[in-house]
């Protein structure tokens, strides 16, 4: 499974960014896709998860009723709306492969594409 992010950039505080996830090789392996991020001097920490079929989307409580995590086809989106400079991070998507929850560490997804960048501005 390879994964490929899109989407980051700079962004004025209250906008919005769609981020983008393709999914290619064995996509009939993904069970659950999730979107990561790291702040600078931060650890990464899961922002949302969703089950390849679509349904039960998982999110933290920091991005909860702003973020939308949603699978068209073999993309997988991230809609962020409402941005503060505390969304500032690398954005990166994960998969994991046979897994029955949407896990909030990162231990739990075996693959992982390119981080891409989001700075909100104040």
């Known amino acids: 499974v390879q994964l490929q992010a899109s989407g980051g950039g700079l962004v004025q505080a209250g906008g919005s960014l769609r981020l983008s996830c393709v999914v290619s090789?064995?996509?009939?392996?993904?069970?659950?896709m999730a979107w990561f991020r790291q702040a600078p001097g931060k650890d990464r920490e899961f922002v949302a998860g969703v089950h390849w079929s679509g349904d039960s989307p998982l999110y933290a409580d920091s991005v909860k009723g702003r973020f939308t995590i949603s699978r068209n086809g073999k993309t997988v989106y991230l809609q962020m709306n409402s941005l503060n400079h505390d969304d500032t991070a690398i954005y990166s998507c994960?998969?994991?492969?046979?897994?029955?929850?949407?896990?909030?560490?990162?231990?739990?997804?075996?693959?992982w594409g390119r981080g891409t960048l989001v700075t909100v501005s104040s």
């Open positions: 090789g064995r996509t009939f392996d993904a069970s659950v």
């Open positions: 994960a998969c994991a492969i046979a897994s029955p929850r949407i896990a909030t560490f990162q231990r739990a997804y075996k693959y």
